[in-house]
């Protein structure tokens, strides 16, 4: 079931808490740029995600954001999606390979829209997303960053979205009950000699139809010699009884990215995954226990860390208990060892617990939110040692 779109206050209010800092370090304006797989800052502050072609938001430290898209086709796409009132073409954000415009498509260069957006010189340009956002663009600036201090400023978009508000827990928690119910759906139909890509298709077909639009990455199914992978694939491998095999699924829903992993196998599972499975449980039961508003992000992580530690893994980890997640299924707020934050009301984390011993490799993870007593689990199906 799809819920009703957010309303256009929500967008409203998230412009204004990037406009406040704005103006707290004397920025003049935010550019952030978004595509189809890292769409989630121009769905962030307009509601729209280009695929195809591209798009910048423009976020004036006063006034009105803009949305900047290519044309003419992806124009129209986001004056039908975008909440926001002013949207502009600019020709560099059109697809790799454009057709021939008939009629031919005109747009306007970043420098004349950013400058009509802040209504003044520059002297202080915010980019985020910096580690994609293309140069292009910013020669495409041109006369309008001459002198001025270009500064990147990912961390604005991250602080703006690391406490969701009330408005958004509803599709949240839709994103991750039906990651669940797909879960649920591709456990109870898994056989041995199934191939990786039919189990993924459960998942995959039990999301679509439970209302999710997509997924916020791709999902997979690894088994056997393909399980110390951290990121994989589904291949044609068929499965087999008695060897661990981990399903990776997600549902995005409305913009939301639900996440959820688990480890499994028919019949006996290989004693050394099953250890590595019996301390990931460990670990995340004692992150969802831990994880509560007040407390510091790095002491979660010092005993987690303690927890490996105890049984010799220590080193067959990549990253800490949980990150935050909203509308990227990493979205900031890692709890490491250097994190500076403390955790509050309404933060929403996966807990990611990752394991490999070089032979085995498995990931359990679950979505939590917190709240004013402690979190909410959204997500918990089996959370357990799983031989089916």
Same mark, same amino acid.
């Given at each position: 079931?799809?819920?009703?779109?957010?309303?256009?206050?929500?967008?409203?209010?998230?412009?204004?808490?990037?406009?406040?800092?704005?103006?707290?370090?004397?920025?003049?304006?935010?550019?952030?740029?978004?595509?189809?797989?890292?769409? !989630?800052?121009?769905?962030?502050?307009?509601?729209?995600?280009?695929?195809?072609?591209?798009?910048?938001?423009?976020?004036?430290?006063?006034?009105? #954001?803009?949305?900047?898209?290519?044309?003419?086709?992806?124009?129209?796409?986001?004056? /039908?999606?975008?909440?926001?009132?002013?949207?502009?073409?600019?020709?560099?954000?059109? /697809?790799?390979?454009?057709?021939?415009?008939?009629?031919? @498509?005109?747009?306007?260069?970043?420098?004349?829209?950013?400058?009509?957006?802040?209504?003044?010189?520059?002297?202080?340009?915010?980019?985020?997303?910096?580690?994609?956002?293309?140069?292009?663009?910013?020669?495409?600036?041109?006369?309008?960053? #001459?002198?001025?201090?270009?500064?990147?400023?990912?961390?604005?978009?991250?602080?703006?979205?690391?406490?969701?508000?009330?408005?958004?827990?509803?599709?949240?928690?839709?994103?991750?009950?039906?990651? /669940?119910?797909?879960?649920?759906?591709?456990?109870?139909?898994? =056989?041995?000699?199934?191939? /990786?890509?039919?189990?993924?298709?459960?998942?995959? #077909?039990?999301?679509?139809?439970?209302?999710?639009?997509?997924?916020?990455?791709?999902?997979?199914?690894?088994?056997?010699?393909?399980?110390?992978?951290?990121?994989?694939?589904?291949?044609?491998?068929?499965?087999?009884?008695?060897?661990?095999?981990?399903?990776?699924?997600?549902?995005?829903?409305?913009?939301?990215?639900?996440?959820?992993? =688990?480890?499994?196998?028919?019949?006996?599972?290989?004693?050394?995954?099953?250890?590595?499975?019996? @301390?990931?449980?460990?670990?995340?039961?004692?992150?969802?226990?831990?994880?509560?508003?007040?407390?510091?992000?790095?002491?979660?992580?010092?005993?987690?860390?303690?927890?490996?530690?105890?049984?010799?893994?220590?080193?067959?980890?990549?990253?800490?208990?949980?990150?935050?997640?909203?509308?990227?299924?990493?979205?900031?707020?890692?709890? !490491?060892?250097? !994190?500076?934050?403390?955790?509050?009301?309404?933060?929403?984390?996966?807990?990611?617990?990752?394991?490999?011993?070089?032979?085995?490799?498995?990931?359990?993870?679950?979505?939590?939110?917190?709240?004013?007593?402690?979190?909410?689990?959204?997500?918990?199906?089996?959370?357990?040692?799983?031989?089916?």
């Amino acid at each position: 079931m799809r819920l009703d779109p957010l309303p256009s206050s929500e967008f409203d209010r998230r412009v204004k808490v990037v406009q406040k800092e704005l103006q707290t370090r004397g920025i003049d304006v935010l550019l952030g740029y978004s595509s189809e797989n890292e769409s !989630a800052t121009s769905r962030y502050f307009t509601g729209f995600w280009p695929f195809f072609d591209f798009a910048v938001v423009v976020i004036p430290s006063k006034g009105d #954001a803009v949305l900047v898209t290519g044309g003419p086709e992806s124009l129209e796409f986001a004056q /039908e999606f975008s909440t926001v009132p002013v949207i502009k073409v600019n020709p560099l954000l059109v /697809e790799t390979s454009p057709p021939e415009w008939v009629p031919e @498509v005109s747009g306007e260069s970043m420098e004349k829209i950013v400058l009509d957006a802040v209504g003044k010189k520059l002297r202080k340009i915010g980019i985020a997303n910096w580690n994609i956002f293309p140069h292009i663009l910013l020669e495409d600036l041109g006369k309008a960053a #001459a002198g001025a201090e270009i500064v990147v400023v990912d961390d604005i978009v991250l602080k703006a979205q690391s406490v969701k508000s009330d408005v958004e827990i509803p599709y949240i928690i839709e994103a991750y009950k039906i990651t /669940e119910q797909a879960m649920r759906k591709a456990l109870e139909q898994a =056989r041995p000699g199934m191939r /990786e890509w039919e189990l993924e298709a459960i998942a995959r #077909a039990e999301m679509i139809t439970a209302g999710a639009e997509g997924t916020p990455y791709p999902a997979w199914v690894c088994s056997g010699p393909t399980t110390p992978l951290s990121l994989c694939r589904s291949t044609n491998r068929a499965v087999k009884e008695n060897e661990l095999i981990q399903f990776t699924f997600g549902a995005k829903f409305m913009g939301y990215c639900g996440n959820m992993c =688990r480890a499994f196998s028919f019949g006996t599972m290989p004693p050394p995954a099953r250890k590595l499975l019996e @301390v990931a449980l460990e670990a995340v039961s004692y992150t969802i226990d831990t994880v509560k508003p007040g407390i510091e992000a790095t002491s979660v992580f010092d005993g987690y860390y303690n927890i490996l530690a105890g049984y010799g893994y220590e080193n067959s980890t990549l990253y800490g208990p949980a990150h935050g997640t909203g509308h990227s299924e990493v979205e900031g707020l890692w709890l !490491a060892k250097e !994190a500076d934050f403390t955790i509050e009301p309404n933060m929403l984390f996966n807990v990611d617990i990752w394991l490999c011993d070089g032979t085995y490799g498995l990931r359990i993870e679950d979505g939590i939110l917190t709240t004013k007593a402690g979190v909410r689990e959204l997500t918990g199906y089996r959370r357990e040692v799983i031989e089916l």
